[in-house]
Nanobody, 124 residues
Framework: QVRLVESGGGLVPAGGSLRLSCAVF????????MGWFRQAPGKERVFVAA????????AYADSVKGRFTNSRDDAKNTVYLPMNRPKPEDTAVYYC?????????????????WGQGTQVTVSS
């Protein structure tokens, strides 16, 4: 059974910084891509960022481009999402996602495993 466990969420002031982590547990086929989605109160879950299997390609939603980055450490089976200069509109529950293959579909329809989510609250 594959499990994704996020950590690092919390309260952060606007303009500060925060780093989310997602550890992958259990046997998993390779290759696989990893991504992040978020869901704000009363809104649908949306794509935030993704990194491909070889870590040679990343993708970001326009709303976070230039502020968030995405990296992975396969030796630790962990992906990271450093959040720089967060804004109050970044407040949401952030979910880690895993998808077989080399990319993560921005729609989320191809995701085969989700984490439980971690709350990020950005104060103004």
């Amino acid at each position: 059974q594959v499990r994704l466990v996020e950590s690092g969420g919390g309260l952060v002031p606007a303009g500060g910084s925060l780093r989310l982590s997602c550890a992958v547990f259990g046997l998993t086929s390779r290759p696989y891509a990893m991504g992040w989605f978020r869901q704000a109160p009363g809104k649908e879950r949306v794509f935030v960022a993704a990194i491909n299997w070889s870590a040679t390609s990343t993708a970001y939603a326009d709303s976070v481009k230039g502020r968030f980055t995405n990296s992975r450490d396969d030796a630790k089976n962990t992906v990271y999402l450093p959040m720089n200069r967060p804004k109050p509109e970044d407040t949401a529950v952030y979910y880690c996602a895993r998808e077989d293959g080399h990319t993560v579909s921005s729609s989320g329809r191809g995701v085969d495993y989700w984490g439980q989510g971690t709350q990020v609250t950005v104060s103004s």
